[in-house]
């Protein structure tokens, strides 16, 4: 009888938590979504909302930029990363190692607001890029490189990198050197030793870390807005909008519940395409 | 590509050249920040005019210092608050999640496991609609009913801590459950034999055990919760937290005070994160 009621104790802030602060939300974001708005205080149930996102161009087309800019963002940050990582638990020994994998840790310690900021003043026609360029000869005049999708990137793919390589670094580090040995002994060479046996073997960490830094970007308000400027179109803008400045709920509802389906497919498809589960790939955070 | 197998040192060069530009990326904003904090120009930007601290102590206008700028030093206090809050609740909330998924077996275990990590996977920006949704729905209902406006959960503090909480939680049960898992349950059972009642053998034996996990995810969710932007993006009042305050700053081009505001933060989050880090490492030893 005492267990039970010490099992409950435990259960009830698990589930205040769960429904009170993620589920019943949720429902209540999707009721308020369908809520077409006919005059003040007079709403009747409909799809208007979903509708007005398929019928203005505007909103579409930043969906689909958002999503395709931060698929591209996860290339680029694998693309970078994977070399890193592979260094980091492969090639460096001991103390260098240790000290690598901590550098790696240590921005981001630090606010990404305070990393942006940093890309903003080396990126700024009056920063810290623009007057080595002038320096060296290789520009006339002041550069602007603030404000375009290539800072945007540049942005998101530096916020991300972490995500990255810590589970790169924790996959490649339990790769056994002997295998690697092996596919060199059974005549492969460094290009068919990678894509044979170390990719393979990374597969879990490329799909953790791609998984998170996807959502991360797509979730993204700060880089976007910041790098990117007026022109960033950046679908978290557009539902900020909607709730903030024209004050229209149900309309930036139905924007934050086609943001969460499209970031829950691709999460789902990521994971069913290589055989895992959420647990796997994220339960595992905790011992990192 | 090991230290066993001979490599081509060209490769090798062009490999570690690379390795190296990678840290120069990671490093130079940062590096940039922290050195404008003392450059003695208005704007954070070039030229450079040579070295002041008059962003962290000068008293006046238009050359104000971070130590008399009464706005962001207010938001400075409102953010440790709400850090405060979040981390007492995440640690308190994550170690009694841990105990019910380690040591409990009850139906739909599972898929509460699966809720538990859901506000892992949902975007920042949505959860903090989601909750302001349903907080200001409650508070109409309740304002209509009976005429009063329950304040806390309209936009502002309360409702930023607990958005906040809604996922750092997720964090601080994984690190916390990582721990418990890894005890040995037969500690707990000597100390029933002794004659210890279920509760003291869990305050006397597992918590102190579960103690670094428990200052470790405190840490870690305390950082969460200071650095937040997007979840508080959409829940703070008039009282914005140091993030929201700097944002509207940075958004309108600021002096280089923002530099000194983030060279601070940057030297305490470095703290905090040596912390952690060197307790992570004892634990593994």
Redesign the interface.
Known sequence: MKKRLGFYLLLAPLLLWLFGLIIVPHIDMFFLSLQEKLGPGDYQTSLANYAAFFNEPLYWNTFARTAIMSILATMITLLIAFPVSYYIAKLAQGRIRAVLFTLCLLPFWVSELVRTFGWMILLRETGVLSHLLQWTGLAGQPVEMLYNDATIMVGLVYTSMLFMVVPLVTTLDSLDNAHVEAGYDLGGNGWSVLREIVIPHAMPGIVSGSIVVFMLCLGNYLTPILLGGKSSLWFTEQIYDQFITRFNWEQGSAFGFLLLILSSAIVWTGLRLTGQNLSSTMGDGGER | ?????H?NPLLRGI?IA??AL??I?????????AA?AFNDSL?????WNGFTLDWFFNPTEPRLGLFHETPILKSIGISLLVAFWVTVLAV??GT??A??FER?D?PFKNV????????????????G??????SS?VANFVEELTGYDIEPLRPGLTLVI??Q??FI?T?S??????RLKKFDITLEEAALNLGAT?WSAVWTITIPYLAPAMVGAGIVAF?MS??N??TT??LSGSDAPL?IT??DR??EGSTPV??AV?LL??LA??V??LIS?MMQRERKE
């Open positions: 590509m090991i230290p066993s197998i490599q490999y690379y390795v990678f840290f990326y990671l490093a130079a904003p940062l590096l940039v920040v404008f704007f954070p930007s070039l030229p308190t909330v009694s999640s105990f019910l409990e009850f509460l496991y699966l809720l538990m990590l859901m506000p892992l996977v949902v975007p920042g920006i949505i959860l609609i989601s909750i302001l949704v349903l729905n607990l958005g909480f809604s939680a964090i049960t994984l690190v916390i459950s990582a279920r950082l200071f650095e932007f997007n993006l959409m993030t700097m944002f940075l958004k923002l530099n983030s933060l940057m989050s470095s905090l994160a880090i």
